[in-house]
C-alpha cells in the first residue's frame, strides 16, 4: 500500500491550498481516510475524515474553512483548505484505515507534505 500526498506549500493567511492522497495498492473505495496534521513540537491531529461511504468529519479548528473528500475512480482522497490562517501551518499527513475510524494508530500513512501560512 502506497499513499502519496501532494499539493502543500506557501500561502498568505487568507488564501486556499488543495492537497491531494493518491493511493495505490488497495482497494481505496473500502477504506476510510484521514487528513492529520502535525505542527513542530505538537501531537499529531486529525483534521478531517471521510468513511468509504462519504460521510465526513471535520475538527472544530478547520470546521466551515475545510473540506474533505474522495474520488474512488482516481483512488484519491482531496482536502480543500480555505481561509488559511498561520496556526494551519504543519506537515499534513493522509492515512487510510479498513477496519473503522482513521487513527494514529492506522496502519498506512502518506509521507507528508508541508503547509506554511505565512501572517
Known amino acids: 500500500v502506497q499513499l502519496q500526498a501532494s499539493g502543500g506549500g506557501l500561502v498568505q493567511a487568507g488564501g486556499s491550498l488543495r492537497l491531494s492522497c493518491a493511493a495505490s495498492?488497495?482497494?481505496?473505495?473500502?477504506?476510510?481516510m484521514g487528513w492529520f496534521r502535525q505542527a513542530p513540537g505538537k501531537e499529531r491531529e486529525l483534521v478531517a475524515h471521510?468513511?468509504?461511504?462519504?460521510?465526513?468529519y471535520y475538527s472544530d479548528s478547520v470546521k466551515r474553512r475545510f473540506t474533505i473528500s474522495r474520488d474512488n475512480g482516481k483512488s484519491t482522497v482531496y482536502l480543500q483548505m480555505n481561509s488559511l490562517k498561520p496556526e494551519d501551518t504543519a506537515v499534513y499527513y493522509c492515512a487510510a484505515d479498513p477496519r473503522g475510524v482513521v487513527t494514529t494508530r492506522s496502519d498506512y500513512w502518506g509521507q507528508g507534505t508541508q503547509v506554511t501560512v505565512s501572517s
Open positions: 495498492g488497495l482497494t481505496f473505495s473500502r477504506y476510510h
Open positions: 471521510i468513511s468509504r461511504g462519504g460521510s465526513t
